[in-house]
């Protein structure tokens, strides 16, 4: 099995940094993982792609959070991190991580998600 455990969520103010990480770990070895990143669930809401990354570095971003946000990973520890700037009230939401392709010693797992942390940004 491979799990994402994350950290980094709390409570800041409008125009404040948050940075969120993301770890992967399973019972065996992890060698690749294709693609991780961030999504985000506000109440009432759909759940939205924030950004994700390959393991190859090439990103893609939202449009509500480009030139604020920045993803990157350190693929040898198999974490993904989201350094959030700038924040706005509108980036309040529970962020969770997610893992596409995941090559590990027992296996190939099509996907993973984190069981997400909130994120609260006051005005």
């Known amino acids: 099995q491979v799990q994402l455990v994350e950290s980094g969520g709390g409570l800041v103010q409008a125009g404040g940094s948050l940075r969120l990480s993301c770890a992967a770990s399973?019972?065996?070895?992890?060698?690749?993982?294709?693609?991780m990143g961030w999504y985000r669930q506000a109440p009432g809401k759909q759940r939205e792609l924030v950004a994700a990354?390959?393991?190859?570095?090439?990103?893609n971003y939202a449009d509500s959070v480009k030139g604020r946000f920045t993803i990157s990973r350190d693929n040898a520890k198999n974490t993904v991190y989201l350094q959030m700037n700038s924040l706005k009230p509108e980036d309040t939401a529970v962020y969770y991580c997610n893992a596409g392709g995941i090559l590990t010693i027992v296996g190939t797992f099509r996907e993973r998600w984190g069981q997400g942390t909130q994120v609260t940004v006051s005005s």
């Open positions: 399973g019972v065996g070895s992890i060698f690749e993982i294709n693609a």
């Open positions: 990354m390959t393991s190859s570095g090439s990103a």
